[in-house]
């Protein structure tokens, strides 16, 4: 009697740990990152020096905040004539990385 007490109470403990991982698993998934237009004059202090240090001649085309996974990065897009870059900025400011750039149709200019 007093065995089939505890392999009882270890079978529940054992789902409840099982239910409970499962819980825990469903909230960790990822979230769709969420994008939101930043005007050039709202850009911060520091991205605004970098690019006129790093990348001079180059102009603010656009820019976006994208906030994924709760972490705040910025994205801006510089051009210098016909060729754009995109930067990655942190929450602060601080230059992150430069995106690689895409090669689509509607991007690509013909040379004649």
Do not use: C, W
Not at 17 to 25: C, E, M, P
Not at 27 to 32: A, C, E, M, N
Not at 48 to 66: L, P
Not at 77 to 92: H, M, N, Q
């Amino acid at each position: 009697m007093i065995m089939k007490r505890v392999i009882f109470i270890l079978v529940l403990m054992m789902s409840v740990i099982a239910v409970n991982a499962q819980a825990t698993k469903t909230q960790s998934t990822k979230t769709k990152p969420t994008h939101a237009v930043v005007q050039v004059a709202d850009l911060q202090k520091p991205i605004t020096d970098n690019i006129a240090k790093d990348y001079a001649g180059y102009t603010i085309k656009s820019a976006s905040s994208v906030t994924s996974n709760n972490v705040l990065t910025y994205q801006v897009v510089i051009a210098k004539g016909s060729d754009t870059e995109t930067l990655v900025y942190d929450k602060s400011g601080a230059f992150v990385k430069k995106l690689p750039k895409t090669t689509s149709s509607h991007h690509s200019s013909k040379k004649k």
